[in-house]
């Protein structure tokens, strides 16, 4: 059984940096490609980032590519984002997620598996 747990967030002034952690408990995290997600108050859910399961493949949307990097650690069950040069449009809630397959070119929700409950929100003023 997969569980995601994140970690990490709060509040935050604009300009400064913070990094998500989620840790995997459920042993196929090296296998799967995982994903950020963020969900803005009012707005649907999007991706922010993936990184393929051997991290030789990344994305990032377009509002956070240049400020915001995604690292896993395979041998830790643990991926990453860190987040530079925050924003107010950068708050909402993020979400981790495992993908079903080691990387889903087509960077949508339905290809991922498995949720993490969600960061707290990540505002900043």
């Known amino acids: 059984q997969v569980q995601l747990v994140e970690s990490g967030g709060g509040l935050v002034q604009a300009g400064d940096s913070q990094r998500l952690s989620c840790a995997d408990s459920g042993g196929t995290f090296s296998r799967r490609a995982m994903a950020w997600f963020r969900q803005a108050p009012g707005k649907e859910r999007e991706i922010v980032a993936a990184?393929?399961?051997?991290?030789?493949?990344?994305y990032y949307s377009g509002s956070v590519k240049g400020r915001f990097t995604i690292s896993r650690d395979n041998a830790k069950n643990t991926v990453y984002l860190q987040m530079d040069r925050l924003k107010p449009a950068d708050t909402g809630v993020y979400y981790c997620?495992?993908?079903?397959?080691?990387?889903?070119?087509?960077?949508?929700?339905?290809?991922?598996?498995?949720w993490g409950q969600g960061a707290q929100d990540t505002g900043t003023s």
């Open positions: 997620a495992a993908c079903k397959v080691s990387w889903a070119s087509t960077l949508v929700d339905i290809d991922y598996v498995y």
């Open positions: 990184a393929s399961s051997s991290s030789s493949a990344t």
